[in-house]
Antibody, heavy 122, light 106 residues
Framework: EVQLVQSGADVKKPGESLKISCQGS????????IGWVRQMPGKGLEWMGI????????RYSPSFQGQVTISADKSFRTAYLQWSSLKASDTAIYYC???????????????WGQGTLVTVSS | EIVLTQSPGTLSLSPGERATLSCRAS?????LAWYQQKPGQAPRLLIY???SRATGIPDRFSGSGSGTDFTLTISRLEPEDFAVYYC?????????FGQGTKVEIK
């Protein structure tokens, strides 16, 4: 079964760093774009950015550029989302999702991870 | 970036009724998708390319539209269809989502 499995929930203090992960299985991980989507408590979906694990080509939404770093390690079939200094407003569920079209940046997200709840509180 | 505006915000219907959800884009887009999200779950892809059903999606779900106006239709609501629905455009970077339409039981 094609799936994306994300790392578990985390609680951090403001100013701390964090790296969450998303591991793909049962498909060619290197050749499908992986995106990250934020969902703040009780709110809608926000597209953060996307990465092609084959060559780590990465695109960011202007809203998230400079706020987070997206990376991938194709040998571990894993994509990452990281923060260097968390804020309380980063509290949200973060989803990774796979682009539906192999090789192509333009694609809906057909496979989603289960989500990682990040809580930032002093 | 392209702004997607979904309407209505909430749709109150009974099982068996037809649901019509709208998504309007601030600029023309070729690629539009629809997702369903239930409480505590990840979104699920329903429609991509404006009108193609994703794998395993029942045929009571259909998508239509082009340019700036798109519609998701649920022909006869089943109890499991009551959820929040989001549209997404992925033809222009950055990709963006609409704010969502909640379909609730009347």
């Amino acid at each position: 079964e094609v799936q994306l499995v994300q790392s578990g929930a985390d609680v951090k203090k403001p100013g701390e760093s964090l790296k969450i992960s998303c591991q793909g299985s049962e498909y060619s991980f290197s050749t499908y774009w992986i995106g990250w989507v934020r969902q703040m408590p009780g709110k809608g979906l926000e597209w953060m950015g996307i990465i092609y694990p084959g060559d780590s080509d990465t695109r960011y939404s202007p809203s998230f550029q400079g706020q987070v770093t997206i990376s991938a390690d194709k040998s571990f079939r894993t994509a990452y989302l990281q923060w260097s200094s968390l804020k309380a407003s980063d509290t949200a569920i973060y989803y990774c999702a796979r682009g539906i079209n192999e090789f192509s940046l333009e694609g809906a997200f057909d496979i989603w991870g289960q989500g990682t709840l990040v809580t930032v509180s002093s | 970036e392209i702004v997607l505006t979904q309407s209505p915000g909430t749709l109150s219907l009974s099982p068996g009724e037809r649901a019509t959800l709208s998504c309007r884009a601030s600029r023309s887009t070729v690629y539009l998708a629809w997702y369903q999200q239930k409480p505590g779950q990840a979104p699920r892809l329903l429609i991509y390319g404006a009108s193609s059903r994703a794998t395993g999606i029942p045929d009571r779900f259909s998508g239509s539209g082009s340019g700036t106006d798109f519609t998701l239709t649920i022909s006869r609501l089943e109890p499991e269809d009551f959820a929040v629905y989001y549209c997404q455009q992925y033809g222009s970077s950055p990709s963006t989502f609409g704010q969502g339409t909640k379909v609730e039981i009347k």
